[in-house]
């Protein structure tokens, strides 16, 4: 049975977590995102994802004591809950560990008090299979388009690193906040 925890910030140190939180991030990437990229371009590395854990934003999957998913996720103010970096291991794809990970950051949003969850997808401007199906995929999950830019305009310094357009596809969805109760405040997702 899949486990879904956050981890405390402390764990930034464990070298191990961190490693293995890397490799499964890149491992992911570089299938979902193969052919969009020219060498070069890591999609996180061993500081950023400490720096990650170390703030508090990493929620891991676990299969037994197996770290088999992680998705990077903060609040952005305004009732507003954010994630990225949605990583499953290759090996288990389709076994809805993605969706519990995502459900995990929509109630962590919604006890902060969050209205809406959003992420951003990478829409290649020629077909593309993993993210064509992507985009399906976070639709069914409610996830609606709210906007879409030029990538190389909205992040020049990856423009060196595509080997073709990409359009950036900023998605919301509404969720409802839980509410407090009595004498609690609203924590981090």
């Known amino acids: 049975m899949v486990e879904i925890l956050s981890v405390a ?24 995102e193969v052919g969009l990229w020219r060498p070069g371009l890591f999609r996180t590395t061993v500081e950023d994802t400490a720096q990650a854990i170390a703030d508090g934003e990493m929620v891991f999957a676990l299969l037994g004591r197996q770290l088999v998913g992680a998705v ?19 090996a288990l794809g389709g076994r809805g560990i993605g969706g519990k990970l995502v459900l995990f950051v929509e109630q962590s949003a919604a006890t902060a008090g969050c209205v809406t969850v959003q992420l951003e997808v990478l829409v290649p401007q ?13 639709e069914n999950l409610g996830y609606r388009e709210i906007s879409r830019s ?9 423009a060196p690193y595509m080997t073709g357009p990409c359009d950036l596809s900023v998605r919301h969805k509404w969720i409802e906040p839980s509410p407090i109760p009595d004498g609690e405040t609203r924590g981090h997702p």
């Open 72 to 90: 990077r996720t903060r609040l952005m103010g305004e009732g507003r809950g954010w994630f990225g970096a949605l990583s499953v291991d290759p």
């Open 126 to 138: 020629s077909p593309h299979t993993h993210t064509n199906r992507l985009a399906v995929w976070y």
């Open 150 to 158: 030029d990538l190389a305009a909205a992040e020049p310094s990856l």
């Open 9 to 32: 910030p402390e764990q930034s140190m464990d070298m191990r977590l961190v490693n293995n939180a890397c490799d499964l991030i890149s491992r992911a990437y570089e299938i979902a």
